[in-house]
């Protein structure tokens, strides 16, 4: 392929920049911008995966000492002949060299061309490809081990597997119809038990998207109440500042306040927001109203009561806002006598917990029931997960081929329609790993990853 180039390290200072060089004339390219220190030693004579220390330049000007890392192709990233030139960072040496680059022959690598080439290339898959953007972008924990896991294959593997049983459902039911007299039998149990169990994966997949992207990506929290409950005090708790101001006046928090905080291993972008209640006040109004609609459309809500108070009219409001919302409930100054209608809160949240939030230890409780109402703790990241639209709908698609061929079966259709069924869930299967893929859907994929990678 075309010879590309592209700075891989982000802009900015920096110890080190990164040119990256890759296509059929990378060594060339390289070789005419980097005279290596040592005379006897030449890029285009170097082996795969060795360092050459020497200066770059554009043509007679010297720009900057410099280390070029060599890899043969098929041995490297994109599976091309690639070289790295390591610079000194900043913002000069590194745009010099690949202005550099340029003139010697390099165009300018587009946005993933590099991950998109290792997937042309065969290097990788496109779940692979697409669990490199989520890793680049990881920003806990445990989004970045499950990144790892995605890009050592774990989607892909469980894909290749589902399809490896559906090929052996199709061959059987092909033998069958198309040489009636001597294949055997069809054995419907067999090819219901391959599709169950298909159907069982592809559904597992697909109820693990919404947590699996929270693990990646962080979770929208907002913390709602009515005033003086304590949603400032465990804001801070959460976040282990003092970001919110805590006070014993009722409606001290108006703007809605953001923070985003590592939750053990899961981001969440918190907001603590006004007291719920009705105001004359025109800015506390506005406040409360702002809080209602950030709870509305957020992920996760955590809804404080406190415990010492019977449910005021700010509680209900919120209890009936918060139907059909992924909740956590916070029955809150647990130290406090109890005057307050738990029944009512346990009836309308499943995650209920009684806590006092002056008391630090009651963090651990909090942020158990956060992973809980996620589903963080019933995932397994090696199982493979969903990151992205293009994903979800490859495999609700093969779900409802599974599905419409069990039923099939199940009424006696012909085996024909079957075998169409079954051939349909296998194409989407294909389409997930990128084995069947569209131009277009490439180019959607890639054009979210940034430039150098
Ligand atoms: N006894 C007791 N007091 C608490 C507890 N949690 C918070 N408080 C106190 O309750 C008062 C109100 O706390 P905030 O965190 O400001 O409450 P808020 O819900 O943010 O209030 P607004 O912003 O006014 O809506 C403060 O005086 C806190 O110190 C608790 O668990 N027990
Ligand atoms: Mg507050």
């Known amino acids: 392929m075309d010879t590309i180039a592209g700075i891989a390290t982000p802009p900015g200072e920096g110890g080190i920049a990164i040119i990256r060089i890759s296509g059929d004339d990378a060594l060339e390219v390289a070789s005419k911008i980097f005279i290596p220190k040592n005379k006897n030693r030449a890029i ?13 330049v554009d043509g007679d000007t010297e720009l900057d000492e410099a280390v070029a890392l060599i ?3 098929p041995r490297s ?68 081990r499950a990144a790892l896991s995605l890009m050592k294959g774990s989607l892909y593997r469980k894909a290749e597997e589902m399809k ?24 419907d149990a067999e090819i ?46 959460l976040s282990g ?30 907001s603590d927001t006004a007291g719920i209640r009705d105001t004359d006040d025109a800015a506390e109004a506005e406040g409360v109203r702002r809080a209602l609609d950030k709870v509305s459309d957020t992920a996760l809500l955590i809804a404080v009561f406190d415990q010492s108070k019977k449910l005021d009219e700010g509680d209900r409001k919120l209890l009936e806002t918060a139907e059909g919302i992924p909740s956590v409930a916070i029955i809150n100054k647990s130290d ?15 995650e209920v917990i009684t806590i006092s939030a002056i008391d630090e230890s009651s963090r651990e409780e909090i942020v158990k029931a956060v992973h809980n109402a996620i589903g963080v703790n019933g995932l397994s990241p090696d199982a493979g997960l969903l990151v992205s639209e293009r994903q979800r709908s490859c495999v609700e698609r093969g ?11 199940e009424y006696g259709i012909t085996y024909d329609a079957v075998h169409v069924l079954i051939g349909e869930a296998i194409e989407s299967l294909a389409e997930l790993s990128g084995e069947n893929v569209t131009e277009e859907v490439l180019d959607d994929v890639f054009s979210r990853f940034c430039v150098g990678k």
């Open 336 to 350: 406090l006598e109890n005057r307050i209608e738990t029944g009512e809160i346990k009836k309308r949240f499943a």
């Open 241 to 270: 500042t003092d970001r919110a101001i805590v006070s014993p006046t009722a409606g001290t928090t108006r703007d809605v306040i953001e923070s985003t905080i590592d939750c053990d291993g899961i981001t969440l972008f918190l």
């Open 77 to 144: 990233y994109t599976g091309e002949d690639e070289v790295e030139i390591q610079c000194h960072g900043g913002n000069m040496a590194p745009k010099a060299i690949l202005r550099a680059a340029y003139r010697e022959g390099a165009r300018p690598a587009d946005r993933g061309e590099y991950t998109k080439r290792a997937f042309l290339n065969g290097r990788i898959s496109l779940t692979e490809a697409e669990a490199v953007a989520e890793m680049i972008s990881a920003q806990s924990s445990q989004g970045e």
């Open 44 to 56: 285009k004579n170097a082996k795969g995966y060795t360092a050459i220390f020497g200066t770059a």
């Open 399 to 409: 779900l409802g081929a599974v599905n419409e061929a069990i039923e099939a079966i």
């Open 192 to 237: 219901i038990s391959i599709l169950s169990e298909t159907r069982d994966g592809l559904e597992k997949l697909l109820k693990n998207y919404s947590t699996g992207l929270a693990v990646m990506r962080g979770v929208p929290v907002v913390i709602a109440g009515s005033p003086n409950v304590g949603k400032s005090t465990i804001m801070n708790l």
């Open 71 to 73: 890899f043969r192709g």
């Open 164 to 187: 490896a049983g559906l090929i052996t459902a199709e061959a059987n039911i092909s033998a069958a119809i198309e040489f009636p007299d001597e294949a055997p039998d069809i054995d």
